[in-house]
């Protein structure tokens, strides 16, 4: 797949005397909605575009903004019409491909021997203006903060310069097994909210921002997944990898990379305020994510929530409940009718820091525990303590 606005520029170069026999379409796919974007979707329009055209002398190029320019040359245009049409059923879901009269807002087509220079100029324009970052492709407009435009790109700067791997932290994922011994089968990978804090905190008193901070922590999980592949390399087959990301850091090119490079199935961790804003958004990126053999775990649920989620439609592969004494008391009857629901081989209870409930969830049938209990058990190689309870 050809990403180059510098190569798009040569071309034209290399075409320019023969230009009149030429035609370009310009597709605004950067101007589809966000889960339209992601790069698995983007390579199959690109190939769908590529096959369309065989037989016909053409080239296809994927921009760095995610629009694509197609070039093709004595194409009439009862094909053009066609292959056009086909990509528009591809994105038959998105607004931007509704018709409207005297708009031409999903392409434009440009006839090389009287519009060569418009296209060329534009295209240059473009690269010559492209920074290497574009959060429109992975944000949704109406959930994006409104800053002023030197802030944010102040803020910008600072994060793109920032050092995350001193902000990525890991922690088992347990199993007890009949023996009553801790079995590590899980590692989880996810950032330090105190050190992404430090970072936006020392620029602009904005933390407080929940949906700027959410908005930011995309570029650090973007950052943090070139990192995953590095430190994952020397991990055991065996244990499983789980990367706690952005619902918008799904859909993005470092995601894509790294799902490529690391060449293992892994557990995606989502947080459950995500799935609750844009659970269309969450559908998309859980069938991308599976269609790509990798699984789901909804993060972050507790007591008072777990009847709102009891009737999701959103099919996760686990469910990471936070370890409360409320769990026991006065939401068990929430939490017994979620695990008849899900079944308790897709629990993981986090954050424990109590062996007695986590006995009381063994009890239950839970098998897989996280927190910082639990690790520092596993780190000593003792076995689970049956009747121990902090209090």
Known sequence: M???DAQVLQFMNDIKQTAPSWIAIYFNLSELKAHNQTPFILENAHLFLQKSLQGHTNKVFLLS?????????????????KFVEGLMQYFSNDPLTVKQL??????????????????????????SNDTGVDYSKHIPLESAP?????????????????????????????????????????????????????????????????????????????????????????????????INVNLRSIVSKEFYECHKA??????????????????PGCK???????????QVCMDLLNGPNLKLFLHSDVPCDFYKIICQEELFGIYQEDFEAFLRKVG????????????????????????????????????????????????
């Not at 998309?284 to 053999?293: E, P, T, Y």
């Not at 007695?356 to 003792?382: M, S, T, Y």
């Open 65 to 81: 903004n995610n629009d694509i320019v197609v070039f093709a040359q004595n194409i009439g245009l009862i094909k053009l019409e």
């Open 146 to 242: 409104i800053l002023p435009f030197e802030l944010m790109v102040k803020l910008q700067n600072t994060l793109r310069q920032a050092d995350v791997s001193n902000f990525i932290r890991r922690q088992s994922i347990c199993w007890v097994n009949d023996q009553n011994k801790l079995e590590r089968v899980g590692m989880e990978f996810y950032l330090s909210m105190e050190g992404i804090e430090e970072v936006i905190s020392a620029n602009a008193k904005l933390i407080a921002d929940f949906a700027l901070f959410k908005y930011l922590s995309v570029l650090f999980d973007k950052k943090m997944l070139i990192n995953i592949v590095k430190i994952t390399q020397g991990l055991d087959p065996k244990i499983q990898i789980h």
């Open 284 to 294: 998309f990126a859980i069938d991308f994510l599976k269609s790509h053999r990798h």
């Open 344 to 391: 308790p081989d897709k629990i993981i209870l986090s954050r424990c820091d109590d062996m007695g409930l986590v006995n009381k969830a063994k009890n239950l049938g839970i098998r897989r525990f996280q927190g910082f209990l639990i690790e520092d058990v596993l780190r000593k190689g003792q076995k689970e303590p049956s009747t121990a309870s902090k209090a």
């Open 262 to 279: 690391i060449k293992r199935n892994v557990v995606v961790e989502l947080d459950r305020t995500d799935i609750v804003w844009d659970t």
């Open 2 to 4: 050809i990403i180059s």
């Open 102 to 127: 005297g708009k031409e807002n999903f392409y434009r087509v440009y006839h090389l021997g009287q519009s060569f220079e418009v296209l060329f100029e534009a295209v240059q324009s473009f690269a």
